[in-house]
């Protein structure tokens, strides 16, 4: 492939080419982004990891799962969702992926932990915080009781 480029300096300009020469049979591996379980998911988290994966040299429907890396019994995969029991510590859950010519890649699940009170932005709201201020939380804002802990 020749690629012809121009750079200027608002006074004169110089055109030059560059030529550029790919390896033979060379498979692209797939590009797979980190995860993230809701921390208002059950005691277990279930999470799509191919939501927004794809192949350079593919489909997205040749992509699979091919191999998790957690403890013994702790993760479980269906097709591209993997899901995960959450404990009283955050867990990171690494994962492999890959494409129908066997190129990989790989990327993180992360759990967080459940019940403990720690406090979460509530979903759709927004903190502000004016310049030299301190930040402070409020009510409206954030919760320090999971959605899984309300009553009724």
């Known amino acids: 492939?020749?690629?012809?480029?121009?750079?200027?300096?608002?006074?004169?300009?110089?055109?030059?080419?560059?030529?550029?020469?790919?390896?033979?049979?060379?498979?692209n591996p797939p590009v797979v982004f980190d995860s993230f379980g809701r921390a208002d998911d059950s005691d277990r988290v279930a999470v799509d990891v191919l939501g927004g994966a794809y192949d350079p040299d593919g489909t997205v429907a040749d992509l699979k799962v091919a191999e998790v890396y957690a403890a013994e019994g702790a993760a479980t995969v269906n097709g591209s969702t993997i899901k995960v029991t959450r404990g009283?510590?955050?867990?990171?859950?690494?994962?492999?992926?890959?494409?129908?010519?066997?190129?990989?890649?790989?990327?993180?699940?992360?759990?967080?932990?459940?019940?403990?009170?720690?406090?979460?932005?509530?979903?759709?709201?927004?903190?502000?915080?004016?310049?030299?201020?301190?930040?402070?939380?409020?009510?409206?804002t954030t919760s320090s009781i999971r959605p899984e802990e309300r009553c009724g």
């Not at 004169?12 to 030529?19: F, G, K, N």
């Open 88 to 140: 009283a510590d955050p867990i990171v859950v690494p994962f492999r992926v890959e494409d129908a010519d066997g190129a990989a890649a790989t990327a993180s699940l992360y759990v967080p932990p459940t019940g403990t009170g720690i406090p979460y932005v509530k979903p759709g709201a927004e903190i502000m915080i004016d310049e030299g201020a301190r930040p402070r939380a409020s009510s409206r």
């Open 1 to 27: 492939m020749i690629v012809v480029y121009e750079i200027s300096n608002g006074i004169s300009t110089s055109r030059a080419t560059l030529r550029v020469d790919t390896a033979d049979d060379f498979k």
